[in-house]
Nanobody, 122 residues
Framework: QVQLVESGGGLVEPGGSLRLSCAAS????????ADWYRQAPGKERELVAA????????DYADSVKGRFTISRDDAKNTVHLQMNSLKPEDTAVYYC???????????????WGQGTQVTVSS
């Protein structure tokens, strides 16, 4: 039973930090690329961060470079997104993904989490 479950979202003030987690079950997360996407009201879904299977390469949207860090914890079959210096523009629903959408591959496997709300406001 393939499942991705996000946690760690919530309400924070501008300049604050949050750590999102994406826990996989039913498959080995390290066999696949992991991405974080976000979608704000009235806007298209956008890629925030991506990490390769081995964790040797990461990529970020220009809007979050230097503030967000994606990482793997293979022992816990989990991927994290550390978000620092948060801005109101970061407010969105954040989704995690397993597959090959960004880096490419022949696998047709993909899985999506249900999303977690991040709100940055005073």
């Amino acid at each position: 039973q393939v499942q991705l479950v996000e946690s760690g979202g919530g309400l924070v003030e501008p300049g604050g930090s949050l750590r999102l987690s994406c826990a996989a079950s039913g498959f080995t997360f390290s066999n696949y690329e992991a991405d974080w996407y976000r979608q704000a009201p009235g806007k298209e879904r956008e890629l925030v961060a991506a990490i390769t299977r081995a964790g040797t390469t990461t990529d970020y949207a220009d809007s979050v470079k230097g503030r967000f860090t994606i990482s793997r914890d293979d022992a816990k079959n989990t991927v994290h997104l550390q978000m620092n210096s948060l801005k109101p523009e970061d407010t969105a629903v954040y989704y995690c993904y397993a597959g090959s959408q960004y880096y490419g591959g022949w696998e047709d496997f993909e899985a999506w989490g249900q999303g977690t709300q991040v709100t940055v406001s005073s």
